[in-house]
């Protein structure tokens, strides 16, 4: 085309057919092809078909989901159905309105650099799904993903007349627990899906569990206060586990302290019950960014470089820095020096990440 010629109209999209369906040569579409079963599931492709027709919550408007589509009984019931993997695995839980995916990337980053094995749960994903469930930055293998989903596809027919049908989540969530288990990771950091209280991964037993910014968000299902999401996000708090927060909306933190006082959780607020501090600045090597103090009896994280863009990052990597002190009480290793070079490895992909320059472009 000419180099000043009109662009050509964009063609009308053809409709797509509805999921499942099959279409003869000529276009039309025919009746849809029958469900998967989990014990059909034999490779990556039959997983990612049966995963595709669980109910996704994360594909739903959240006008037209249901409070009462979100409970405990039938995760429960899931994980009890394999074994409660959950139980053999060390953990770091994770919830919040902004931040948490952040505050997962720092912490494993870190935990890896140490020297451990550890698993990362996460959601949603940017381009395959196996994003979601890794080891350090290795994402579980395309067989291991597939042998998991026929699993606990399968755990899931058997419950299924009792407590319905595993969603989407459930199914993921489940799949990680076991992976984690199977591989047998010293410690695994695990991200809430959406709220905290009635979330599928909130039958782990963390060593700490953490909280970033509380926004309000998905008010249909957690409330139309930030107060109201805050009691939510605060029920992942476990008797006696340590629970950490950043400062927060007035009113939060008093929300956070009531319900840590009711199951006796020790509550920590990252730069006022513990020592934090940052400043911006830029350097030829770095350009901008932030720079982070963190200080304990037991640690003492001076002047590191916040490995994400943006200012509001600097208390995301104090939370992940208080996260790494308090696991120091629980038996892990986490040195200065490693935990530097761990957050210096944190992926950035998505996260204010800079795609081009000339033009600027970031995603």
């Known amino acids: 085309m000419p180099k000043n010629s ?57 006008d037209r989901i249901s409070p009462e589509a979100f409970k405990l009984d039938r995760m429960a019931a899931l994980l009890d159905e394999l074994g409660n993997p959950q139980r053999d695995v060390k953990c770091v839980h994770v919830a919040g309105s902004k931040g948490k995916g952040s505050v997962v990337e720092m912490t494993a980053s870190c935990l890896t650099a140490c020297g451990y094995a550890t698993g990362v749960y996460t959601s949603p994903h940017l381009v395959d799904v196996r994003e979601r469930i890794r080891i350090g930055n290795e994402q579980i293998a395309y067989n291991s993903f597939a042998k998991l989903t026929q699993k606990v596809g399968e755990a899931a027919e058997s419950i299924r007349k009792k407590h319905g049908e595993a969603t989407y989540f459930e199914m ?3 799949m990680a627990l076991c992976y984690f288990a199977e591989q047998a990771v010293d410690i695994a950091v695990i991200e809430v899906g959406l709220g905290g209280r009635l979330d599928a991964t909130n039958l782990v037993h963390p060593e700490v569990c953490a909280i970033t910014a509380i926004q309000l968000e998905h008010t249909a299902l957690l409330g139309d206060t930030v107060a109201q999401i805050a009691r939510e996000k605060a029920g992942i708090f476990k008797p006696g586990v340590t629970a950490l927060t ?35 600045e830029a350097t030829p090597d770095l350009g901008p960014h ?48 490693k935990v530097a070079e761990g957050l210096a490895k944190t992926p950035c992909d998505g996260r204010l990440e800079i795609v081009g320059r000339n033009p600027k472009i970031v995603l």
Not at 251 to 279: T, W
């Open 290 to 337: 932030a720079r982070v103090c963190l200080t304990t009896h037991r640690s003492n994280f001076e002047h590191l470089p916040v490995p994400l863009r943006g200012e509001h990052q600097a208390h995301n990597c104090g939370l992940a820095l208080a996260i790494l002190d308090k696991l120091r009480d629980r038996g892990f290793e986490t040195p200065e020096r």
């Open 6 to 62: 009109p662009a050509a109209p964009p063609r009308k999209p053809a409709r797509s057919p509805a999921v499942g369906a099959t279409e003869n040569p000529k276009g039309a579409a025919t009746e849809p092809a029958a469900p998967v079963r989990a014990s059909e599931v034999d490779n990556y492709t039959a997983a990612l078909r049966y995963l595709g027709e669980r109910v996704n919550f994360e594909r739903s408007r959240p």
């Open 172 to 174: 993921l969530t489940a």
């Open 246 to 280: 950043i400062p927060q909306a007035p009113g939060v933190i008093d929300v956070f302290r009531e319900e840590a006082a009711k199951l006796n959780v020790p509550l920590e607020v990252v730069g006022q019950d513990i020592d934090f501090s940052y400043r911006f």
